[in-house]
């Protein structure tokens, strides 16, 4: 059964229950368990991203702190591609909300038709898509992570710390690094060294002793291993459709 984790965030708290129990429940009658959290203000949905990742935010547009659209383009900004549902009544601001390239609109006066429409678009979405999601056990539970959004494994003792686009701080992941190696090299991600897993659509380039990211950010590189790291990051360059000259 999927498994997916949801917030959900309107100032009115009465509203936002309905919005919640409803989404939880429409998502189990299509087979998938939704974990559906509830927020009253942006400020703090932003703090709890700060721990988790979440699959799909459900935002009202309007709010006295940070309306839904402003927080959307936070998140653009800062690279997070979290889908985003907008619910509300201003139709008026839809042409706003469209800058966030949200995945859909739910309106309050109509909506458990719309929420209907979205939830299986959102079911047909995820299984057309090329990506593949990971789920991982963390400190905050089980969360859902798109592979194309994970930079790097780094370890940490008994356990591992993800990075991921958009996050600040990694999440620690409680799985061997071994076992994350045996499970995602067939996905992309090449063990650079000892310590490191990297997904290698974020290499920029091999040098000698170490890896940069696309970010610039520079990772140590095994040097007893190189030549056949180089061969597996060209691999997957060249299956990717890159020209290497």
Known sequence: MKYIKVAVCDDKEGIAEVICSTVKSSFAKRKVVADVELFTSTAALKTRMEDVIFDLLFLDISMPDTDGIQFGKSLRESNDKTDIVFVSNREDRVFDALKVRPFGFVRKSNFLGDLADVINRYQQDIAERNDYTITVQSKSGIVNVRAEEIIYFEGAGKFQLMHVVGKDTPLPVYRSLEK??????????????????????????ILVGRVELTDGKELPLSRRKATEIKQQYIRWLSGRGSILI
């Open 180 to 205: 994350l190696e045996e499970e995602l090299t067939p996905g992309g991600f090449i063990r650079i060294h000892k310590g490191m897993l990297v997904n290698y659509r974020y290499i920029s380039r």
